[in-house]
């Protein structure tokens, strides 16, 4: 079955622990990227990747990092999170398409809901 | 400025009437896409439809289409029949140049029975 499965859904942590989400798809998606979801503030994309080795921030990279070592997983890092990471993550694919049919949706993984106290 | 915009946080809907959920976007590329996303109550965010910059017909998928008028920059979502399962958060997304997506703020859909 064509998926993203991120880990783990839910997470609990304190402030300064290095914690990271998993994320992996099976669709060879070129496109990888992590948004997170606040009430009022709709999907704010955090980092992406257009394939292996190649990263770039997007709205709301600060606090976070990301690898792209294999075209499979996209993991996000928090090296010391604070209360304000808390929220709902997402990571999502895609295929890489070329003008002018931007037509391949994005895929999304189930979310991961951190909370840090 | 904002790329994708939806100015209904909230709105009620009788069932099986129809509902009409707004979005508008801003983009000065020719080439782009626009997607509209279903978020439940459980949290996962299921594709309902894309249209193309150069799609001459407004897409339909089933009780859903979109209305593409686009010399306004306007793509919404029409959902006809509302069903007690159409209750869910709504997303605007936009797909452009360097494959970049941008979501819109969401509009929470109630489906009153």
């Known amino acids: 079955e064509a998926q993203v499965t991120q880990n783990p859904r839910y997470l609990i942590t304190v402030t300064g622990k290095k914690l990271t989400v998993t994320c992996s798809q099976n669709?060879?998606?070129?496109?990888m990227s992590w948004y997170r979801q606040d009430p009022g503030l709709g999907l704010r994309q955090i980092y992406y990747s257009m394939n292996v080795e190649v990263t770039d921030k997007g709205d709301v990279p600060e606090g976070y990092k990301v690898s792209r070592k294999e075209k499979r997983n996209f993991p996000l890092i928090l090296e010391s999170p604070s209360p304000n990471q808390t929220s709902l993550y997402f990571c999502a694919s895609s295929k890489e398409v070329a003008e002018p049919s931007y037509n391949s949706p994005l895929h999304f993984g189930n979310g991961t809901r951190l909370t840090v106290t | 400025a904002q790329k994708i915009t939806q100015t209904q946080p909230g709105m009620f809907v009788q069932e099986k009437e129809a509902v009409t959920l707004d979005c508008t976007y801003d983009?000065?590329?020719?080439?782009?896409?626009l997607f509209w996303y279903k978020q439940p109550s459980s949290g996962e965010m299921i594709f309902l439809i894309y249209?193309?910059?150069?799609?001459?017909q407004n897409a339909t998928e089933g009780r859903y289409s979109l209305n593409f008028q686009k010399a306004r920059k306007s793509a919404n979502l029409v959902i006809s029949a509302s069903q007690l399962g159409d209750s869910a958060m709504y997303f605007c997304a936009m797909r452009e140049y360097g494959n970049q997506f941008y979501f819109g703020t969401g509009t929470s859909l109630t489906v009153i029975p």
């Open positions: 249209q193309g910059s150069y799609d001459q």
């Open positions: 983009t000065s590329d020719p080439s782009y896409g």
């Open positions: 669709m060879n998606h070129e496109y």
